[in-house]
């Protein structure tokens, strides 16, 4: 891992973890009652007993709702 500063002098973290974009793996517009066909925000993923949980705010028909959706390999929602 390189070592990171920013310009301005800004403190940084002292711990980091090196990432990779994996691209799309969720795409909003599939939940039930058109519950996030408008779009979603301020997703939040977790695991628990092996399962992977996302809250989501979801926009649909009836406006911003709180959403759901969970997977096993953080690929398939």
Request: glycine residues 12%; negative net charge; aromatic residues 12%.
């Amino acid at each position: 891992m390189k070592d990171f500063s920013y310009r301005d002098g800004r403190n940084t973290a002292p711990l980091r973890l090196e990432t990779q974009d994996q691209g799309l793996v969720f795409e909003c517009g599939h939940g039930p009652e058109k519950s996030d066909f408008l779009g979603a925000r301020e997703a939040w993923v977790f695991e628990a007993d092996g399962v992977y949980h996302m809250t989501y705010d979801g926009a649909g028909p009836d406006g911003w709702l709180a959403c759901l959706a969970t997977s096993r390999d953080l690929v398939t929602w």
